[in-house]
């Protein structure tokens, strides 16, 4: 059976960048991430999600390999400073 993973091995072992106790939140970046060719999963999401009042103790973790986590962090700073934000002035992709 072939695999269909986007994940590279050589890359090294997954690596926690950062957490989230909302579940959305993790998968947001993950989606940022992604688009800018990072591997990434996230861990633990369905964990928060079912035991909702545990979501501090069980966060969602957003991990990238090893040999990515440089680049993924980086990424993750730009995130946090707003730098994917869209402007209120950007032309809407809807037309």
Do not use: H, K
């Not at 090294?12 to 989230?20: E, I, M, N, Y």
């Amino acid at each position: 059976m072939p695999d269909n993973s986007p994940y590279d091995p050589e890359l090294g072992d997954w690596q926690t960048l950062t957490s989230f106790a909302n579940p959305t939140e993790a998968w947001l970046l993950q989606g940022r991430l992604q688009a800018c060719g990072v591997p990434t999963m996230v861990a633990d999401d369905q964990m928060a999600q079912i035991y909702s009042l545990l979501a501090q103790a069980i966060p969602a973790r957003v991990m990238v390999p090893q040999q990515r986590l440089t680049e993924a962090q980086a990424i993750y700073q730009a995130f946090l400073r707003g730098e994917f934000a869209l402007r209120d002035d950007d032309p809407s992709p809807f037309g």
